[in-house]
């Protein structure tokens, strides 16, 4: 009988998923399957609904419960300067190349509420590179967006941002790119003027600009194989030549179909670069 009803449940997964692309142009059908599974459960119980097929007419009938839906699908998890060695690594490795350029674009891919946009314009205010580059964060998740652009962030996340921006290879006290407000920290408008926020899908949209960095990190793990070909295909064509990818600790291009595209600049820090 689980057998069954594990089958029953993956025949809704794939009816709600074919549902949400029609009504809302959302495509979630490549992402892991183990994962979906496992989220779609806790939304079940989020939404009190005894099956997927009642959570399917709820998300199709009440646009509200799609949009509560979202963070279900995208993994809202960020950190200022996460992962450390990585913005380490672009600071003494990529910057110098960087500097080379006249002008500077930036793709954070799947950056949620925006923690790693500001680390970077953070990064590139100290390494004097941030008043000739547009940084690009985009998301699926338009509240994720929301939070990104206020670059507002709770009190109690300020001391682990401070370990991790000193780790990084920080110059100064990460206290003077924020003003304390809203029971948290705002972070200098200054910094706010070099970045752009929209909406973008690494399921179903287009490369939008030629960029030199492209970061997308902790995403490629919730997608299947196809989609984390496309994804990839998507950052080949918006590199400049010997342009720069980063991806997260547990991300590779070893077995993608753009593998040959990428060579390992950074193998320990997971960045590559476009050949």
């Not at 009803?5 to 074919?18: A, G, P, R, T, W």
């Amino acid at each position: 009988m689980e057998a069954e009803s594990d089958q029953v449940f993956d025949i809704e997964l794939k009816l709600l998923l074919e549902a949400i692309l029609l009504r809302y142009q959302h495509d979630f059908r490549n992402y892991s399957v183990a994962s979906l599974r496992r989220r779609m459960e806790q939304a079940m119980q989020r939404f009190a609904c005894n099956t997927l097929s009642q959570l399917q007419d709820k998300v199709l009938h009440e646009p509200a419960v799609f949009a509560q839906m979202l963070p279900f699908f995208t993994v809202q998890v960020s950190e200022m300067f996460r992962d450390p060695e990585y913005f380490k690594a672009l600071r003494e490795q990529v910057v110098p190349v960087l500097k080379t350029y006249p002008s500077i674009k930036i793709w954070v891919a799947g950056c949620s509420s925006g923690e790693e946009v500001w680390s970077l314009a953070i990064l590139l205010e100290e390494e004097g590179l941030l008043e000739r580059t547009m940084l690009y964060g985009t998301d699926i998740n338009p509240d994720a967006l929301k939070i990104a652009e206020a670059g507002i962030y709770a009190a109690d996340r300020l001391a682990q941002f401070s370990t991790s921006y000193q780790l990084a290879g920080g110059r100064k006290s990460l206290s003077e790119y924020y003003t304390a407000a809203y029971k948290g920290a705002i972070f200098d408008r200054r910094l706010r003027q070099q970045l752009v926020f929209a909406d973008h899908s690494l399921a179903t949209d287009s490369v939008f600009s030629e960029v030199h960095l492209v970061s997308c990190r902790n995403v490629l793990i919730y997608f299947n194989r196809e989609l984390q070909d496309r994804a990839a295909a998507l950052f080949h064509e918006a590199l400049v030549n010997r342009g720069f990818l980063g991806l997260g600790m547990k991300e590779s291009l070893r077995f993608n179909a753009q593998a040959g595209n990428f060579c390992e600049f950074s193998r320990h820090e997971k960045i590559y670069q476009r050949i």
